[in-house]
C-alpha cells in the first residue's frame, strides 16, 4: 500500500479554521485519498475522499495539491467534537480497495 | 437507529477461554470486517466478508474464525484467548463497491486476564 505521512499532532483553537496536511508522495494514478477519524473511546468516522479535484461536504473540504502529492484537510470551523485522531488513506481501485490501512495519525486537540 | 452494533461493549475474561463478538448491521451493506486496535492505537483489518463470503484474511491466528450467518451479521468467535488477544476489536461495513466509505461499530474491549 502506499505510505502516508502526517504530523503526529496539532493544536487549533475553538472555531477557527483548521488545516490537517497529509504527504503522499508515491502515490499512483489510481489512488483515492481517504480522510477518516476517531473520536476518543469511539470507532473511526468517515470523513471526505476524492481523487483528483478539491472536495466539501458537510463536515469538511479536501485539497487535494495539482500533482497529488499531497491534500489537506480543512475544517472550516473547529469545535471541542472535533477534537480526535485524524487519519490520512490511500486506496486503490482495484483488487485490495476492500480494506483500509490505517497510519498513526494526526491527534487534533481543539482549545476552548 | 444504530448503523452497526456490536455485543458486548467490554468483554474481561480469563486465558483459554473461548468467546465471542457480534456484530449487526442494518445498512444493507454486502461488506463487513473486522479491525483489531492494539494498545498502541494502530488500528489493522483482520478479516473482510463480501455476500457471507470470505475476501480478507490477514495473518491472524486460527484461533481467530468469522461467520457470517447472513450478510447483515459478522460475528467473531476466538478460541484459546490469551494476553496478547487483548484490544479494541470494532466490526465495520461498507456497500459493495470497494471505495466506499466504511461505517464503524463502537468497539468492544477485550481484556484478558
Known amino acids: 500500500d502506499a505510505k502516508t505521512t502526517q504530523p503526529n499532532s496539532m493544536e487549533s483553537n475553538e472555531e477557527e479554521p483548521v488545516h490537517l496536511p497529509c504527504n503522499h508522495s508515491?502515490?499512483?494514478?489510481?489512488?483515492?485519498i481517504h480522510w477518516y477519524r476517531q473520536l476518543p473511546s469511539q470507532g473511526p468516522e468517515y470523513v471526505i475522499h476524492g481523487l483528483t479535484s478539491n472536495v466539501n461536504n458537510r463536515m469538511a473540504s479536501l485539497a487535494i495539491a495539482e500533482d497529488r502529492k499531497s491534500s489537506t484537510l480543512i475544517l472550516h470551523r473547529a469545535t471541542l467534537r472535533d477534537a480526535a485522531v485524524y487519519y490520512c488513506?490511500?486506496?486503490?481501485?482495484?483488487?485490495?480497495?476492500?480494506?483500509?490501512?490505517f497510519g498513526k495519525g494526526t491527534k487534533l486537540s481543539v482549545i476552548p | 437507529d444504530t448503523a452497526v452494533s456490536q455485543t458486548p461493549k467490554y468483554l474481561v475474561t480469563q486465558m483459554g477461554n473461548d468467546k465471542s463478538i457480534k456484530c449487526e448491521q442494518n445498512l444493507g451493506h454486502d461488506t463487513m470486517y473486522w479491525y483489531k486496535q492494539d494498545s498502541k492505537k494502530f488500528l489493522k483489518i483482520m478479516f473482510s466478508?463480501?455476500?457471507?463470503?470470505?475476501?480478507i484474511n490477514e495473518t491472524v491466528p486460527n484461533r481467530f474464525s468469522p461467520k457470517s450467518p447472513d450478510k447483515a451479521h459478522l460475528n467473531l468467535h476466538i478460541n484459546s484467548l490469551e494476553l496478547g488477544d487483548s484490544a479494541v476489536y470494532f466490526c465495520?461495513?461498507?456497500?459493495?463497491?470497494?471505495?466506499?466509505?466504511?461505517?464503524f461499530g463502537p468497539g468492544t474491549r477485550l481484556t484478558v486476564t
Open positions: 465495520a461495513s461498507s456497500q459493495l463497491a470497494g471505495l466506499a466509505e466504511q461505517y
Open positions: 488513506i490511500l486506496r486503490t481501485s482495484g483488487a485490495g480497495s476492500y480494506q483500509l490501512t
Open positions: 466478508y463480501n455476500n457471507k463470503e470470505l475476501i
Open positions: 508515491t502515490i499512483s494514478g489510481t489512488d483515492y
